[in-house]
């Protein structure tokens, strides 16, 4: 069973920057892994994924400004945040599971999620 745990959340002022990590247990190499991101009142959305072979994809709203990485020695997953807009502020969880690249932003196509963790970026 793949587990996965997020830290690194907090609060910053707009155009601030932060960096999440998602560590992931029970990791295998091939699995994609992602990033997603729930406002109050909002559907769960995509931010950032990256598959087995390192093809990474954004949602349009952070590109440019959010990177993902990972860090497979660690089995871990980063999420730097640059620039950060108060409409960045949301609930983000990781997930994992058998994607592929073209559905890396799909939240329906994982099996395995974490908790979350909160970003508020205030103006």
């Known amino acids: 069973q793949v587990q996965l745990v997020e830290s690194g959340g907090g609060s910053v002022q707009a155009g601030g920057s932060l960096k999440i990590s998602c560590v992931v247990s029970?990791?295998?190499?091939?699995?994609?892994i992602a990033w997603f991101r729930q406002a109050p009142g909002k559907e769960r959305e995509g931010v950032a994924g990256?598959?087995?072979?390192?093809?990474?994809r954004y949602d349009d709203a952070v590109k440019g400004r959010f990177t993902i990485s990972k860090d497979n020695s660690e089995n871990t997953l980063y999420l730097e945040m640059n620039s950060l807009k108060p409409e960045d502020t949301a609930m983000y969880s990781c997930?994992?599971?058998?994607?592929?690249?073209?559905?890396?932003?799909?939240?329906?196509?994982?099996?395995?999620w974490g908790q979350g963790t909160q970003v508020t970026a205030s103006s």
């Open positions: 029970n990791y295998y190499g091939q699995y994609s």
């Open positions: 997930a994992a599971g058998q994607v592929p690249w073209y559905d890396l932003l799909k939240r329906d196509a994982y099996k395995f």
């Open positions: 990256i598959d087995g072979d390192g093809r990474t």
